[in-house]
Nanobody, 119 residues
Framework: QVQLVESGGGLVQAGGSLRLSCAAS????????MGWFRQAPGKERELVAA????????LYADSVKGRFTISRDNAKDAVYLQMNSLKPEDTAVYYC????????????WGQGTQVTVSS
């Protein structure tokens, strides 16, 4: 089992930045791919960014490319999402997730953290 706890969400003005953190505990974190998902009201959950267990490969949703950066620190069992140039449409609950493959199914999920971007 892996437990994931997100933090760092909040209210920010458009154009601002936030850094989300996800702390992991449980089984070996460093062997898992990690992803950040988000779900806005009335919309389906979408993958925002993901990284392999080494951090050597990443992927991003087209809507966040060039603005968001995912990173991980396996020594600290943590993964981060740096969000810059935030837009109102980035408003959502953001979830951290872990799975065997970056492009596969994610098995473990955090409880989510709210990000609200005001215009």
């Amino acid at each position: 089992q892996v437990q994931l706890v997100e933090s760092g969400g909040g209210l920010v003005q458009a154009g601002g930045s936030l850094r989300l953190s996800c702390a992991a505990s449980g089984r070996t974190f460093s062997s898992l791919s990690m992803g950040w998902f988000r779900q806005a009201p009335g919309k389906e959950r979408e993958l925002v960014a993901a990284t392999t267990w080494t951090g050597g490969s990443t992927l991003y949703a087209d809507s966040v490319k060039g603005r968001f950066t995912i990173s991980r620190d396996n020594a600290k069992d943590a993964v981060y999402l740096q969000m810059n140039s935030l837009k109102p449409e980035d408003t959502a609950v953001y979830y951290c997730a872990a799975g065997q493959k970056m492009r596969g199914e994610y098995t473990y999920w955090g409880q989510g953290t709210q990000v609200t971007v005001s215009s």
